[in-house]
């Protein structure tokens, strides 16, 4: 049995603690990582045996538990974890990007890295505590990894650098900057900040890198002190002579397709600029084509040079254009490095939406679409980290049609969740505050084309939709998505703006940064190196900056600030605040009050523990009326005014008419009526619409009322009295005037 093992370490201001030999004995690597009080266990399995597939099968499993948190799920009928939540999945995602372009892309062995949340305290991120197991738990585990990484979180106050800050330190941060690397390189970067400049972006990615240096030192001890398990020789017994000869001749046959690629691929790639993706696919059959005739000349076989072409051709078609990109400064859609492709913007595409825009860079296309409703419609959220609310939601979708294929569609999988939070992180710091604009938003960005960072195009088509909407966004904000050729060593390099598909090859990145004219808002980083030199960082910054306000002045010719009006098919929203302790008075009992005004009117309304009111309907008149209903409930009565009510309940003293709903007040007998009732309910009924005068609001709150002195109630008398009684006691003061009959009172 393997001997379990504690390694520590102090990392920024807290203990850092590995654990191995006690957890997940049967996995090829275990190691729990302990960060205050979260707790997070990495597992590693490689499978013994390589798939015969054309990629490295990685998989990255994040996998939250409830208990962690010591939370018992809020659903009445299912109380263990489903599906992975968002959270999760952009959690597992990071992971992944921060990890994947370390291990030896040559091997086909199924890998797969599961980091389970034991413990979470509320204060240390178990984002983070998980990078750091991945991390550490690879380095142990024997597979062909170039490690170790690790991951930081670096948040700003008052202008100053905090590195791992806690949740409520997070609060109060101007940026939300995630960083993974070595100690000399960053490999994968998720940021998130309120219009951050770009060289005070670059000062937190530098440090956070620095920063990491502790967390490394220590896997490098673990793995120094444990060592690597010993390698199995991968030798197969019954493999036969001529299988062994056929081996090398498959390797010869890779050689020879290798020499006459790099002889004539420049030929057909560089013959001329292919401004379109068809064109470029087209390229690429040619030069598959030309190959396997060539193997074909030479009497190899068709299965054969069907796996030689599987296995050369498109490695070689990445190292030709990194080569072309690096020492000839040549795309091969003809543009110069730091040039966008031609951009379209429109907004109002679609007749009854609430707001809808449609960008365009190159044959990247995408239609963004906006919902607006009430506050009540917004995403209860449920989950580790707490409850809680969220009003703004970007969602992406990308069809098949996009790219020209035909395949089942299934729903959003994890690409689709990471495009839409992107493009959803860029867009949070320019929205309005809720008590500016308490709708609910909801923006769907359709990909109707796609060829080179959609998620950047949702961003941009997001800004013109929701402008277009009327939402009143402080500023627009656009994004681009910027490449990188390179050699393995990173000894020559060459940053790209705007790449599309052949340009994201071995050596590449794609660094794509959203902002605004003023400063970065997010930032998303994979790479597919070893890890990117500070230098490259920078560059990409810079050209992330510039490329960014070309493509915000393109944007400009469609729309520039948001709409003043709201669709004619968006609901309307009257808000207003209320003293919070009389929010009972608008619900009722068990909600009767407040639902009785709901489907009288047909509304929404929402109500804040601050006593914020909240209604939301199509129809304004209805929305006015229910504004009407609930600012009576709250009214603070004064002695003087007038109300129009329904009797509704009659005891012997006098009887209780409701002047608005959910508040009565008392007529006493002596009030009912110019002269002597002696019974109220032999006089009135319930029911009955009567006209009242508030006489006073006594000590303990309670409206005494008079009918006495209404001219609308004069009916009603008559018709109890039997007899005409004109202008009788206009005041209602003197109760024994009335038998003076009509001639005195006329006289008044």
Known sequence: MPEEKTFKAEWNGRELTFKTGRLAKQADAAVTVQYGETVVLATVVVSKEERDIDYFPLMVDFEERLYAAGVIKGSQWIKREGRPTDDAVLSGRMIDRSIRPLFDDSSRKETQVILTILSADGKND???VALVAASAALSISGAKWHGPIAGIRVGRIDGKLIFNPTYEEREKSDMDVVVAGSEDKIIQIEAEGNEIKEDEMYEALIGGRKAMAPAIKLIKEMKDKIGLPTPVEEIDPTETDEEKENKINKQKNIELAEKWLKDNINKTLFDKSYYEKKERKGAVVAIKKNLDLFLFEKGIEKDDRKLVIKKTVEKAVDSEITRELI?????VDGREITEVREILSEVDILPRTHGSGLFSRGETQILSVITLAGPGLAQSLEGMEGTGTKRFMHHYNFAPFSVGEARFMRGPGRREVGHGALAEKALIPVLPSKEEFPYTIRVVSETMGSNGSSSMGSTCGSSLALMNAGVPLKKAVAGVAIGLASYDDMSNWVVLTDIQDLEDGKGGMDFKVTGTRDGVTAIQLDTKTLGLPDEVIK???????????GILNTMDKAITTPNKELSPHAPRIISFK????????IIGPGGKIINAIIDETGVSIDIEDDGLVVICGTDQEKSIMAEKRVKDIVKDFEAGEIYKGKVVRILDFGVFVELTPGRDGLVHVSELAPYRINKP????????????????IDEKGRVNLTMKGMKENEPLWKDKKGESVGNNFSTGNNRGNYNRGPRDNNKR
């Open 126 to 128: 178990h984002d983070i």
């Open 327 to 331: 020492e000839n400064k040549r795309r």
């Open 539 to 549: 560059q990409a910054l810079t050209q992330g900056f510039e490329g960014r306000l």
């Open 578 to 585: 209320v003293d919070p302790e009389k929010i009972g008075s």
């Open 681 to 696: 309910s032999d006089f009135i009924s319930v029911g009955d619409a009567v006209t009242v005068h508030i006489k006073e």
